[in-house]
């Protein structure tokens, strides 16, 4: 019977999904199944100019659109326009 070696215990504790998200250079926006806003990072409140806390809650629709400037300077930016 093969035994399994046991992993050293780390004092490194395992990492915060918040913090992740938060430090995260790319805009991250997470929707709930309805469609609205339940989280976004410091990039998203950059790129749409508004604070999460006025974003939470609303549907992402609303939101953003395709025509939405911000989005369609964005989209221009990573094509390399």
Known sequence: MASNPKEPES??????AEA???SLVFALILIDPNGRVA???HSAES???TSAKRLIGQDLATI?????????A???????A
Do not use: H, T
Request: glycine share 4%; charged share 25%.
């Open 64 to 72: 953003i659109s395709p025509l939405d400037d911000r989005v369609a």
């Open 39 to 41: 989280q976004l990072n």
């Open 47 to 49: 790129l749409l100019r």
């Open 11 to 16: 004092d490194i504790p395992p990492p915060d």
């Open 20 to 22: 992740q998200i938060s």
């Open 74 to 80: 964005w989209l221009a930016y990573d094509k390399g």
